[in-house]
C-alpha cells in the first residue's frame, strides 16, 4: 500500500511542533505542511477571514497533492473552523484545542494555566472546555498579544525577550499554577525557555503527542497498517501563502524535518510544485 499522506496547517511555523510528533510517530507518511503566513497570525484576525482561508486553502492543497488526514495545527484555528471544515471536506480532519481536560487530570492543586493567543483565551469553545472539564479548578489566563510573532522571529535568528516574556508569565506564579496547558502550537518551540522562566511548574501540556496518535488512529481506520507509518518518508514539501521566512531551511533541519522543497507565495507559484 502506498504512504499516507498528511497534510499539516498552521497560520506560521507553530504547527511544526505538531509536524515533528507525526514525524516520530508517522515517519513512513508524507506530510505537507501548510503556512498561511501570508495572513499571520491568525489571532489578528476576525474568526470569519481566519475560518473562509482555512477552509479554501486546505481545499486549494487537496486539488494539488492527495491528501488522507489534515491536521490543524493551530488552536486559534481550530476554536472556530473544525464544523465547516468538517462538513465542506470527506477526508478526516484532526484539530489542536488547549488541552484542559489533561491538565485537569494531571494538576495537583487545582491551579491551571493556560497560555494562548489573546483570540483562543476569548473564544467560546475554551470555556466550554473549562466548564466540562475544569469546573473544580481555578484556570488562569494568559493571552499573549506578541509571542507567536517572538516566535516566528527567533526561528529565523532573533533572540526571545526573555525579561518581558517572564513578566508576561507573572500571572502563572501568582497563582502557584503547577500545571501550564500550551494552547498555542508555537510554544512548545521555546519549552525550555518557559521551563526556565517558570521552575516551580511541574506538567507542560503540549497537544502535540496526543494529536500525532490520534492520526495514527484515523489512518488506521483507513486501512493504513503498520507497515506504511513506520518506515521510510519525511516532510515533502514546506508551503508559505507569503514570504519563506528567513532562515527556515535551516530551523526544519535542526528540528529533524528536513523538507524535499520549500515554496513561498503558495498557491500562486502551485505549478512549480511538483505532486507526488
Ligand atoms: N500556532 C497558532 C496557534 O496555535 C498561532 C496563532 C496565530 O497565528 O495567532 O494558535
Not at 507542560?204 to 513506520?230: C, K, N, P, Q
Request: charged share 20%.
Amino acid at each position: 500500500m502506498r504512504a499516507p499522506e498528511i497534510l499539516v496547517f498552521d497560520s506560521g511555523v507553530g504547527g511544526l511542533s505538531v509536524a515533528g510528533c507525526i514525524r516520530r510517530q508517522i515517519p513512513g507518511a508524507h506530510l505537507t505542511y501548510l503556512a498561511d503566513n501570508a495572513c499571520f497570525p491568525y489571532g489578528d484576525q476576525p474568526e470569519e477571514l481566519v475560518s473562509a482561508r482555512c477552509v479554501s486553502l486546505v481545499q486549494q492543497a487537496r486539488r494539488y497533492h492527495p491528501v488522507d488526514v489534515v491536521v490543524i495545527a493551530c488552536n486559534t484555528a481550530s476554536t472556530v473552523v473544525l464544523p465547516s471544515l468538517r462538513t465542506a471536506t470527506d477526508i478526516p480532519v484532526v484539530g489542536v484545542v488547549p488541552a484542559i481536560k489533561p491538565a485537569a487530570g494531571l494538576s495537583q492543586n487545582g491551579r491551571i494555566g493556560l497560555l494562548a493567543t489573546p483570540a483562543t483565551v476569548k473564544r467560546a469553545y475554551l470555556e466550554q472546555l473549562v466548564s466540562e472539564f475544569a469546573a473544580d479548578c481555578i484556570v488562569e489566563r494568559v493571552g499573549h498579544p506578541d509571542l507567536v510573532r517572538w516566535i516566528e522571529a527567533w526561528v529565523a535568528g532573533a533572540s526571545l525577550p526573555e525579561a518581558q516574556l517572564s513578566a508576561a508569565l507573572e500571572p502563572f506564579k501568582a497563582a502557584s499554577v503547577d500545571t501550564v496547558v500550551l494552547g498555542c502550537t508555537h510554544y512548545p518551540l521555546i519549552l525550555d525557555t518557559l521551563k526556565n522562566l517558570l521552575p516551580d511548574v511541574r506538567y507542560w501540556i503540549d497537544s502535540g503527542e496526543a494529536i500525532a496518535r490520534r492520526t495514527v488512529h484515523l489512518l488506521a481506520e483507513d486501512g493504513f497498517g503498520s507497515e506504511t507509518v513506520l518506515s521510510g518518508a519525511a516532510l515533502q514539501e514546506v508551503w508559505f501563502t507569503g514570504e519563506v521566512p528567513t532562515g527556515i531551511e535551516g530551523y526544519l533541519e535542526k528540528v529533524g524535518l528536513p523538507a524535499a522543497r520549500i515554496v513561498g507565495h503558495w498557491p500562486e507559484t502551485k505549478s512549480s510544485v511538483v505532486v507526488g
